[in-house]
């Protein structure tokens, strides 16, 4: 019986090695896909190449630079305005000021918004906006509505859940294991989390921060909807611009050849460079957060 339960173990942990090493290879070899239909995009040379900034398919410009800094602006404006947001809502659910009955239930259901908010698709936030936000943006800024500001306002909406979890998971257990000691002291919640908790967790502060950057800048969806899709750098909150996402939506819906389709390979090729940067500094910020990192 032994034998036969450490061989059905040796079994298992054969095909879960298979399967990763065939995710892998899969992984790869579509890396390699887009790597070799980008190269070529990128190394062309003349004024039609993908690294310039003009896009003018009639005038044979073919630049996706100034969708690079648009992709860049909507997702550094959308953390900056998300970032302070993540952190007052982590602050009201760790410290609260008081304790009582409403202030538990308030913080439950806040923490369930958040979870719910996690799995709301990108779709309905733009939706939602279009009808909402777009036509406020529109009296106070004047233009069509349809712009940075608003993209960079719901873009922030929908990576504030998951930056507000993030760091909840990674400061609450230290929190809590601090706490009977500050308060004895006489330290309240709020300073114990300022002043004792975030020195010790700046991994996982950045490691959240970098996550929401990369989900502001992959998104597709909010940015199609919500940008004005003009593709030109970014000049102000009122301007419309177009991210690398949203090109590649528009460009794979009316192009099947050509210097337009292959810019198609040359965005991916720099979202996925960019993306896996960010993954691999939130992978080692977060791997150097764990509760032996202060005293390491």
Same mark, same amino acid.
């Given at each position: 019986?032994?034998?036969?339960?450490?061989?059905?173990?040796?079994?298992?942990?054969?095909?879960?090695?298979?399967?990763?090493?065939?995710?892998?290879?899969?992984?790869?070899?579509?890396?390699?896909?887009?790597?070799?239909?980008?190269?070529?995009?990128?190394?062309?040379?003349?004024?039609?190449?993908?690294?310039?900034?003009?896009?003018?398919?009639?005038?044979?410009?073919?630049?996706?630079?100034?969708?690079?800094?648009?992709?860049?602006?909507?997702?550094?404006?959308?953390?900056?305005?998300?970032?302070?947001?993540?952190? #007052?809502?982590?602050?009201?659910?760790?410290?609260?000021?008081?304790?009582?009955?409403?202030?538990?239930?308030?913080?439950?259901?806040?923490?369930?918004?958040?979870?719910?908010?996690?799995?709301?698709?990108?779709?309905?936030?733009?939706?939602?906006?279009?009808?909402?936000?777009?036509?406020?943006?529109?009296?106070?800024?004047?233009?069509?509505?349809?712009?940075?500001?608003?993209?960079?306002?719901?873009?922030?909406?929908?990576?504030?859940?998951?930056?507000?979890?993030?760091?909840?998971?990674?400061?609450? #257990?230290?929190?809590?294991?601090?706490?009977?000691?500050?308060?004895?002291?006489?330290?309240?919640?709020?300073?114990?989390?300022?002043?004792?908790?975030?020195?010790?967790?700046?991994?996982?502060?950045?490691?959240?921060?970098?996550?929401?950057?990369?989900?502001?800048?992959?998104?597709?969806?909010?940015?199609?909807?919500?940008?004005?899709?003009?593709?030109?750098?970014?000049?102000?909150?009122?301007?419309?611009?177009?991210?690398?996402?949203?090109?590649?939506?528009?460009?794979?819906?009316?192009?099947?050849g050509g210097a337009a389709y292959d810019s198609l390979f040359a965005?991916?090729?720099?979202?996925?460079?960019?993306?896996?940067?960010?993954?691999?500094?939130?992978?080692?910020?977060?791997?150097?957060?764990?509760?032996?990192?202060?005293?390491?």
């Amino acid at each position: 019986m032994l034998r036969d339960a450490r061989q059905e173990k040796d079994g298992f942990r054969v095909c879960v090695q298979a399967s990763a090493a065939l995710a892998l290879l899969g992984i790869a070899l579509l890396c390699l896909m887009i790597a070799g239909m980008a190269v070529p995009a990128l190394l062309q040379k003349g004024d039609g190449h993908a690294l310039s900034i003009v896009w003018n398919p009639a005038a044979g410009r073919f630049g996706i630079l100034g969708m690079l800094a648009g992709s860049a602006a909507l997702a550094v404006c959308a953390l900056c305005l998300g970032g302070p947001l993540s952190f #007052a809502l982590l602050c009201w659910q760790l410290c609260p000021d008081n304790h009582g009955p409403l202030s538990r239930y308030s913080r439950r259901l806040m923490g369930g918004l958040l979870h719910f908010m996690t799995a709301v698709p990108t779709v309905v936030y733009g939706f939602a906006a279009v009808f909402l936000l777009t036509p406020f943006l529109r009296g106070a800024l004047g233009g069509s509505g349809f712009c940075l500001a608003g993209a960079a306002l719901m873009l922030a909406l929908l990576i504030v859940p998951t930056m507000t979890l993030v760091l909840r998971a990674g400061l609450e #257990a230290r929190l809590a294991a601090l706490l009977p000691h500050g308060l004895a002291l006489g330290m309240s919640r709020l300073q114990l989390l300022w002043h004792c908790v975030l020195p010790q967790c700046r991994s996982a502060v950045m490691a959240a921060l970098l996550l929401g950057f990369a989900r502001a800048l992959g998104d597709t969806l909010l940015p199609l909807m919500l940008s004005g899709n003009t593709p030109q750098l970014p000049q102000g909150p009122a301007s419309g611009v177009r991210a690398l996402t949203a090109h590649m939506a528009m460009t794979a819906a009316n192009e099947t050849g050509g210097a337009a389709y292959d810019s198609l390979f040359a965005a991916g090729f720099l979202l996925l460079c960019a993306n896996a940067v960010i993954g691999l500094m939130a992978r080692r910020l977060a791997a150097g957060s764990h509760p032996g990192e202060a005293r390491s």
